[in-house]
C-alpha cells in the first residue's frame, strides 16, 4: 500500500513564502514520478510541479522562477518550495506520486489529502 503524507500548509502575506513536504510510505514499489497539483475552488485540479525519477522537473508557466521542486530520494519524500507568493496560488495543494508496483504491471497513481495554502493581498 501507497500512503503519502502531506505539511507545511497555511496563511501568509502576498510576497512571502511557504515550503510543502509530502513523504511517501509503503512497500512493493517503486516511485517513478513525484509532485504537486493545485485546485482552486470552482477550477479544475492543475499541475504545479512535479520531478521525474531522473530528477527532470516540469514546472506550471504560472509558478516558474517563483516555485521550487525537489526530491530527498533516500526519504522519498518531495518538497515545494514557493516563494514571490501570490494571492491567485490560493488553493489546495495535492501531493501526487505515480508509482510501478512490484508485482503488477503498469503506473499506478496516489493522492495526498490536500493542504490549504492561502494567500492574503
Known amino acids: 500500500q501507497v500512503q503519502l503524507e502531506e505539511s507545511g500548509g497555511g496563511l501568509v502575506q502576498a510576497g512571502g513564502s511557504l515550503r510543502l513536504s509530502c513523504g511517501v510510505s509503503?512497500?512493493?514499489?517503486?516511485?517513478?514520478?513525484m509532485g504537486w497539483f493545485r485546485q482552486a475552488p470552482g477550477k479544475q485540479r492543475e499541475l504545479v510541479a512535479t520531478?521525474?525519477?531522473?530528477?527532470?522537473?516540469i514546472y506550471a508557466d504560472s509558478v516558474k522562477g517563483r516555485f521550487t521542486i525537489s526530491r530527498d530520494k533516500a526519504k522519498n519524500t518531495v518538497y515545494l518550495q514557493m516563494n514571490s507568493l501570490k494571492p491567485e496560488d490560493t488553493a489546495v495543494y495535492y501531493c501526487?506520486?505515480?508509482?510501478?508496483?512490484?508485482?503488477?504491471?503498469?503506473?499506478?497513481?496516489?493522492w495526498g489529502q490536500g493542504t490549504q495554502v492561502t494567500i492574503s493581498s
Open positions: 501526487h506520486t505515480a508509482v510501478e508496483m512490484t508485482y503488477r504491471s503498469g503506473y499506478y497513481n496516489y
Open positions: 509503503g512497500s512493493g514499489f517503486s516511485i517513478n514520478r
Open positions: 520531478i521525474i525519477s531522473g530528477d527532470s522537473t
